[in-house]
């Protein structure tokens, strides 16, 4: 019998959050998110205890006796297939889990017995949360983009990832092509616009809320600058895809007012008509992509593309 109900969970490099999801409704139930902030260097031991407060308290909301489907989205590098965590201590996160298989070592300390675990990337969750939601079920193909820590994406098609096809990069992924200097994760992350602010302003801030919140014209030319290269990274990506929407989530998409006109006039310029949309769903798309993974036809759609990376 298929689950009606399943837990998503995004396990952030901070915190994690789990929530109980209806599988028809595609909508988390009241009442059943819970969070526990995260040491990501910490023993083994430590994180999975820390991931159990808030998975046993999801889980209490699930009928006794019956299997507990939990679907995951976490970040890579990691076997998708087998769930198992390659984190390394040039990840900057969770390296003392590496090597270590989640369904085998965190079910002792879960509280239920028959739990049924399946994993997927975070963005590529990200990604499957927004593409299920009304306003973008009409649409055909869809780029999801998260932008904060690191740069993640998602190419999606009916609702479902692609990771193998010829419109699409390796796995789904943009943080890791090549872009000027660098790679796409230099250029669209938090750090880049720390950096970038910095060196025209010698000053020193913690996030992209406060270079926002300074409103002077460093902040402005760091955020013109940021659309405007993102307008030249993503142009290959967009006339090989041929999205009609690209939807924009993160931390970084809360400043969105200040990037979007240079990122829209750039795709403009280069003759491209796209549709831009901010998510407001934030961690619940990625809590609601991951619990698909319990969804047979979706399941049954991406089981044998599930990478490891």
């Known amino acids: ?16 959050v789990s929530a109980a999801v209806d599988l028809e409704a595609l909508q988390i139930l009241p009442g059943s998110t819970y969070s526990a ?48 965590a390659l984190y390394t201590g040039d990840n900057d996160k969770y390296a ?27 963005a590529t969750s990200f990604g499957v949360g927004v593409a299920a939601q009304k306003n973008a079920r009409d649409f055909n193909r869809i780029i999801v ?27 789904g992924c943009l943080w890791d092509k090549p872009f000027k200097e660098g790679i796409g994760d230099d250029y669209f992350s938090t750090r880049w616009c720390i950096q970038r602010y910095q060196q025209l302003s010698s000053e020193t801030v913690p996030g992209v809320r406060e270079i926002a919140m300074a409103n002077n014209e460093h902040s402005r030319s760091v955020f013109t600058e940021f659309g405007t290269h993102m307008a030249e990274f993503m142009l290959p990506f967009l006339q090989r895809f041929r999205p009609d929407v690209l939807v924009l989530g993160g931390n970084i998409s809360k400043a969105h007012a200040l990037f979007l006109p240079a990122l829209c006039d750039g795709v403009q ?25 319990f969804e047979p036809h979706f399941w049954n759609q991406v089981k044998d593309d599930l990478p490891t990376i």
């Open 145 to 171: 983009v998260t932008l904060g820590t690191g740069f993640g994406s998602a190419f999606v098609q009916q609702g479902i990832p692609l990771v193998n096809h010829p419109d699409v990069p390796k796995e």
């Open 269 to 293: 310029k280069m003759g491209l008509q796209l549709r831009f949309e901010i998510s407001p769903l934030m961690e619940d798309a990625a809590i609601i992509g991951s619990a698909r993974l």
């Open 1 to 16: 019998m298929e689950p009606k109900i399943a837990i998503g969970v995004d396990v952030g490099g901070s915190h994690i």
């Open 96 to 122: 003392q889990l590496y090597g270590v298989s989640l369904p085998e070592e965190l079910s002792q300390y879960l509280d239920r017995d028959k739990l049924a675990f399946r994993f997927l990337n975070d």
């Open 37 to 84: 902030s995260v040491h990501n260097k910490a023993p083994k031991e430590t994180v999975f205890a820390t991931w159990s407060k808030a998975l046993n308290q999801t889980m209490a909301h699930m009928p006794e006796g019956e299997t507990v489907s939990l679907g995951f989205a976490i970040p890579g590098p990691f076997d998708y297939t087998n769930g198992i």
